[in-house]
């Protein structure tokens, strides 16, 4: 756990996106989980949040339907699409021919990531091995796209360090490549503790990035999955919220209301920081992402969500 005294000399050289907002979802498998997933979209696009990003599956498992679903954002609502694109187990040419179908699509946002591997490579965990042929990490991937086009350019930043790094400063420097490479801004792994990402964008500026680095929030509906995930990334779970969930079984309405006030307190705290940006992981469930950003005054809509 980093030292809990932060320095406040450098939090304000770090960026952050006035009043910016935007939403992850993920593509869908089924016919009823694609249902969920343009309800979802459809629910929450009146926030009128600055992109939506569609996430692509470890070792590109749901590649089409991260396009299709793209295409489908352009085609039935204002909302900017952008789309999660992985270095692993792909070759450069088969990335670049992606990239190129999106550009010629109109999808001009790409988040751009290393990516977990598929369970059959030991999923979040396993050990990573570049493609022979293909973008070895993340900051080579952000050049190649460069090259490919100017796309608008997000990455992935860990407050707590990617579980896979060799210290925090390296992954850090890591992250200062991918800028480096072209990326506008950072997208966080989610995250509990709100001065974990204050201390976190403190060591950044220190680091001189001046780019924004845009919180992951996570709202906790089901605990037991997210400590499983929480656990494989490297995020911290702190030990009181087990026992906000402890005894609730199936009653989803009160773990989501207790979701939503957890969020709400953090987001409040790091307000009070100078944070005005927020990319929601919305996992295809539009109501808390809603009562989330009324409570916080981030709604943007001139009508009702």
Not at 52 to 76: D, I, M, P, Q
Not at 96 to 105: E, F, H, L, R, S
Not at 107 to 118: M, W
Request: aromatic share 8%; net charge negative.
């Amino acid at each position: 756990m980093p030292d809990a005294t932060r320095s406040t000399e450098t939090s304000g050289a770090v960026q952050t996106e006035v009043g910016s907002l935007s939403f992850e979802f993920f593509p869908a498998k089924n016919e009823v989980g694609d249902a969920k997933l343009w309800y979802a979209i459809h629910r929450l696009k009146n926030l009128q949040p600055g992109f939506v990003s569609l996430t692509y599956g470890a070792g590109g498992s749901t590649r089409e339907h991260t396009f299709e679903n793209c295409k489908r954002v352009l085609a039935e609502t204002d909302l900017k699409p952008a789309a999660h694109l992985t270095c692993v187990g792909a070759s450069r040419e088969d990335i670049n021919a992606i990239a190129k179908d999106y550009w010629q699509a109109g999808i001009r946002h790409i988040v751009a990531l290393r990516g977990d591997l598929p369970e059959s490579m030991g999923g979040v965990a396993g050990h990573y091995e570049p493609h022979p042929e293909g973008y070895a990490y993340s900051p080579d991937l952000v050049a190649g796209l460069k090259d490919i086009a100017d796309f608008e350019i997000s990455v992935a930043a860990y407050p707590e360090t990617h579980p896979q790094a060799g210290s925090s400063q390296a992954d850090i420097d890591v992250l200062k490549q991918k800028f480096e490479a072209g990326a506008d801004r950072a997208l966080t792994q989610f995250f509990f503790d709100p001065e974990l990402f204050l201390r976190f964008r403190d060591r950044c500026a220190a680091a001189g990035i001046d780019k924004p680095i845009v919180p992951g929030i996570m709202p906790v509906i089901n605990f037991k999955s997210v400590a499983r995930f929480a656990s494989a990334c490297g995020t911290t779970m702190p030990a009181w919220m087990k026992g906000l969930y402890d005894g609730l079984g199936d009653d989803e309405t009160t773990r989501k209301m207790i979701g939503a006030a957890l969020v709400v307190e953090m987001c409040r705290r790091l307000k009070e920081e100078a944070v005005d940006g927020f990319h929601i992981y919305t996992m295809n469930q539009p109501e808390m992402t809603i009562a989330i950003c009324r409570t916080l005054g981030l709604r943007h809509d001139a009508g009702v969500a």
